[in-house]
């Protein structure tokens, strides 16, 4: 099976059942091998008082690459933590993108760190914490 030739994975499935991410217009580019790439176009219902885009979406917009590379092998894997850096603001018309790659694992732990970026400028630095539950889905 493959979505523009790109090999689906586990982490397809998880994101194809995601309707918080998709009803933001979070798009899945990539997600494999413990790295994973997604984008989202900043709209006018995202932005704060002060007309910059609400950290919160930027949190999740790299929490979903987050969530898309720590099961793009395959076991459930759920965040066990995470903290985010604002480094730019952003505003409404911004697409951004969020890359995550897997830094280390050791048994059901793991470490990935999120980069989130406007225009190549880096806008955000993520780093989550995972753990891996089990084989099936969360109850």
């Given amino acids: 099976m493959a979505r523009d030739n790109v090999a689906l994975n586990a982490a397809?499935?998880?994101?194809?059942?995601?309707?918080?991410?998709?009803?933001?217009?979070?798009?899945?580019?990539?997600?494999?091998?413990?790295?994973?790439?997604v984008?989202?176009?900043?709209?006018?219902?995202?932005v704060n008082g002060h007309a910059l885009t609400h950290g919160g979406y930027v949190f999740l917009l790299a929490d979903t690459a987050f969530a898309c590379a720590c099961n793009s092998r395959g076991p459930v894997t759920v965040a066990a933590g995470a903290d985010i850096t604002f480094l730019r603001p952003t505003t409404a018309g911004d697409i951004l993108t969020a890359y995550?790659?897997?830094?280390?694992?050791?048994?059901?732990?793991?470490?990935?760190?999120?980069?989130?970026?406007?225009?190549?400028?880096?806008?955000?630095?993520?780093?989550?914490?995972?753990?891996?539950?089990?084989?099936?889905?969360p109850a």
Avoid: C, P, Q, W
Avoid at 12 to 37: N, Q
């Fill in 39 to 46: 984008r989202m176009r900043v709209t006018g219902e995202m």
């Fill in 12 to 37: 397809h499935a998880m994101f194809d059942r995601d309707t918080a991410s998709k009803s933001l217009g979070i798009e899945l580019l990539e997600a494999a091998d413990g790295r994973a790439t």
């Fill in 100 to 137: 995550a790659v897997e830094r280390v694992t050791n048994g059901r732990s793991g470490i990935y760190d999120v980069t989130v970026t406007r225009d190549g400028e880096v806008v955000a630095e993520f780093r989550g914490r995972s753990r891996t539950i089990g084989e099936g889905r």
